[in-house]
């Protein structure tokens, strides 16, 4: 079992509560970088980097040789990687391709061991969800309620998003934005 304070490179409050829930002890660093995909970056090598720079960014912070967790989340569906949306009318989109349809929910996970050399290791996980239709009005509403602000896909799966799930395949917990098995798994291997 974690036994130490681990640093989260993250802000997010949702991969704070994750974290809570099992009880870790951790610190929450902001690891501002730019996320820009680069050019033909496929999903997964994306969050990937994304989680280990982050990772990296917040380990240079810490002055002790800590375990430093970075993450990174996105939706993808008929190939198109979906972020956070930028507005109302970038909700509105995504959350009308999303509808009715199967789409995937990945995580790029690093755990970077702050200290000279520092150790690295990342992996990522995918989940697939299978939204309901939601007629014109029932994606207004959503979208009135501000809950999509800052969310990959433009859906909280935990709140009020989760009216419109009809089905997941694979980690609840990565929808949400930190797969705990694999960030458990990993950190098994760095302990």
């Not at 994750?18 to 501002?32: H, K, P, Q, T, Y």
């Not at 989109?93 to 690093?110: D, Q, S």
């Amino acid at each position: 079992m974690l036994k130490e304070r681990i640093v989260l490179a993250s802000r997010s409050p949702r991969r704070a509560e994750i974290l809570r829930s099992v009880g870790w002890d951790f610190e929450a660093v902001a690891a501002n970088i730019d996320e820009t995909r680069r050019e033909s970056e496929d999903a997964v090598s994306y969050v990937r980097r994304l989680a280990q720079t982050k990772a990296e960014i917040a380990a240079e912070k810490t002055s002790a040789a800590r375990l430093v967790l970075g993450a990174d989340t996105v939706v993808v569906i008929d190939g198109e990687v979906l972020g956070q949306p930028r507005d109302d009318d970038d909700t509105r989109r995504m959350l009308k391709l999303l509808n009715g349809k199967w789409h995937e929910v990945l995580t790029g996970i690093a755990l970077v061991r702050a200290g000279k050399p520092p150790r690295v290791l990342v992996g990522h996980q995918t989940t697939r969800v299978h939204f309901a239709e939601m007629s014109t009005d029932e994606i207004d509403w959503y979208v009135s309620t501000g809950e999509p602000n800052g969310k990959a896909g433009a859906y909280a799966i935990q709140g009020r998003g989760a009216l419109f799930i009809k089905e997941i395949q694979g980690d609840y917990f990565n929808v949400v934005g930190l797969p705990l098995r694999l960030v458990y798994e990993l950190m098994s291997d760095t302990l």
